[in-house]
Structure formats: C-alpha cells, structure tokens
C-alpha cells in the first residue's frame, strides 16, 4: 500500500459512525500527528488528534483549516444520513451536495490533493434490480438522502473528467460497527439490535422480518475506505462510486444467529416509514470492478459478524 506520511489528512464528520473508526486507523497509518479531526461538536474519540470545530458548510473556514494544518487528503464523511434526510429534506440536501462542492472546489483550487467520499446503496431505487445489483443498472433513487448520494457521483467524475481531481469514492452498505452508535439510517436497526440483546433479551425492530439489506462489518468498510485511497490512482476507473459486496441477510436471519448466543433472545416486529426506505434499495450488491480494479474481498461473515460483535459490546 502506498502511504505517503508527509501527507496530512483531514476527517470532515470524524465523530460519526464511520469517522471514528476511521480515525483509529488512519493514525495507525499515518501518526496521530498527521490526522486531524474536524466535526461539529466534539468527541473522546479525539483525544490523541489536533481536532477543529467546523461546519463543512462554511467554505472559508474550511480552507483556513486546510491552510493552517497543510492538509492534502481530505475523508468527507459529515452528511445527514438516509431517515434523518426524510425528515429535513432540503437541508439534507445543503448538507450532502454543498459539502460536498466545498471540498471539490478547494481541491480544483489546489489547495487539497485527493479526497474521499463516501456514496451509498441508497443510490438505487425501486426500479433496480434487487439481487446483485450490478454497478451500471438503473438508478431511480425515490428519497432524498439517495438523490443526493447520485447527484454527488455525478459532480464526483465530474469535477475529476474536467479539473483532474482525484475523488474516490465507495457505495457503502449499511455499517455494522460497535465502537459508535449509527447516525439515523435505515439499516440502524442491525447495531440497536446486537445492544438490546445484551441488555434487555428482546427487540423492537423496525424493519420486516423479512427485509434483506446489503450490510457490511465495520472493519471491513474501513479497510475498503483504506484501501481505495491507497491504491495507484490508475487502478481507479470509476470515479463515480464503486458497488461494494459485503453480507445480505433479514432482521429474522440475523435474531436468529444472534438466539445462537443468547437463546432466550425475542424479537418482534413494528416497520416504521424507514420500511419504505429499505423497501426501494437492493438486497445485494454485485461488486465484481471493484474486485477487478483494486481488489477488493469481503471478509466478515453473519455469523463471525454476530460473534465478534457480541464479544466486543460485553
Ligand atoms: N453508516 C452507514 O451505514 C453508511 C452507509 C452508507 C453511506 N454512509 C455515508 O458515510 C458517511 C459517514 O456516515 P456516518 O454513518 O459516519 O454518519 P454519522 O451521522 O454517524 O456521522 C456524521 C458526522 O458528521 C458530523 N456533521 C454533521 N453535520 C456537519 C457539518 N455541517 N459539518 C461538519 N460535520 C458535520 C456529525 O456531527 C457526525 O459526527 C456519510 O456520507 C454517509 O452518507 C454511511
């Protein structure tokens, strides 16, 4: 992997679901002294990294903080994810899309050298094929987190087919993770469930038993992050968003390998408006160019996923 350590990275949104793991990680990479954390508010998980408050909204913030710490990398993980975005659509939008423009055009200005966001399943919609969504497919995305998630891949290769921009960027299942509670999505309910099982036996879920989602472990989703931004920017063909395989599996299916742990463990079943949401995307993802192009392999399975995260929340 090539890892230039004279470069400094930014993590926009570092105290999220995903920024926090990924911080973890980037440190181990690069030193703690060459990662910054910017978030909204502040977070523990900041304790070895400089961190600055920032709203990515604020463009010229932004810039005096890419100035001030020399920064080259930028992650761009601050977003209103897909049920919170149901609820506020229009700032969901300022957020996903304006963010997004304020980092893209500092690199186009040349004050950022590559940066990395993150797209999701969500730019699917009901009109998908729903079983192994393929890359190139179509993409009728019916909520507003999922049109801006499209929109942005678009402006992605845009912004590299015209300014040369090197912007990378994954189509993320739902994350599974246990170091940092999920940030108002759709596929939540497969974190909430691991926490009640070891805390009350029982879960309210908020999906059908029967809604089989594109998921992924969180280790896995960081090493993907890693290494698309480490690979040599020729291997790197698409530069919308790349589909990524991870795990498929139902509420039912994962109560159950969860009762293989806790046997006495009940779930019952009450879908909310985010069945609808989970309704419109697919059931798994075919993700064969991003094997081909960067060589990319899921490792985590349902059942090493359950164990591992019921060893870790004890
Ligand atoms: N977690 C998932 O399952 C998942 C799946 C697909 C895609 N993604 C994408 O990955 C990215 C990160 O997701 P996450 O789950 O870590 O989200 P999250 O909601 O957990 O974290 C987002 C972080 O951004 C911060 N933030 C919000 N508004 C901000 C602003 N204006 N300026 C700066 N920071 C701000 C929040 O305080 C929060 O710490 C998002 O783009 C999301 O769409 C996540």
């Not at 009728?140 to 912004?159: D, H, N």
């Not at 139902?250 to 079943?269: G, L, M, S, T």
Request: with cysteine.
């Amino acid at each position: 992997m090539d890892v230039n350590k004279e470069e400094k990275v930014l993590i926009i949104g570092a105290g999220g679901q995903i920024g926090v793991e990924l911080l973890e990680e980037l440190n181990k990479l690069y030193g703690s002294s060459n990662v910054v954390a910017a978030d909204v508010k502040q977070s523990p998980a900041f304790a070895n990294n400089a961190f600055e408050v920032l709203d990515v909204l604020n463009k010229e913030r932004l810039l005096e903080k890419v100035k001030k710490h020399q920064i080259k990398q930028v992650y761009l993980l601050a977003a209103l994810l897909s049920a919170t975005a149901e609820k506020n659509p229009l700032y969901a939008w300022q957020l996903n899309m304006q963010g997004l423009f304020n980092v893209l055009e500092l690199a186009k200005e040349g004050h950022i050298q590559k940066v990395y966001w993150p797209s999701s399943i969500a730019v699917f919609g009901p009109t998908t094929p729903k079983q192994n969504t393929p890359q190139y497919t179509v993409m009728e995305p019916t909520t507003v987190y999922g049109i801006s998630k499209l929109a942005g891949e678009r402006w992605c290769e845009y912004y590299f087919l015209k300014h040369g921009i090197d912007v990378r960027s994954i189509r993320y299942p739902g994350l599974i993770s246990y170091k940092s509670a999920p940030g108002g999505g759709t596929t939540d309910y497969a974190v909430h469930i691991f926490h009640e099982a070891l805390k009350t036996k029982s879960y309210e879920c908020f999906l059908s038993e029967d809604t089989a989602l594109p998921m992924m472990y969180m280790p896995d989703a960081i090493r993907a992050t890693i290494e698309i931004m480490h690979a040599p920017a020729e291997k790197i063909k698409i530069r919308g968003s790349y589909n990524l395989g991870g795990i498929s599996f139902n509420p039912k299916q994962i109560a159950n390998e969860i009762r293989k742990h806790i046997p006495d463990f009940k779930i019952a079943y009450k879908p909310d408006f985010r069945q609808q949401i989970a309704d419109s995307w697919p059931q798994s993802i075919d993700d064969r160019e991003t094997q081909t192009d960067w060589g990319w392999k899921n490792t985590y399975q349902l059942p090493q996923m359950v164990s591992s995260m019921l060893d870790n929340l004890k």
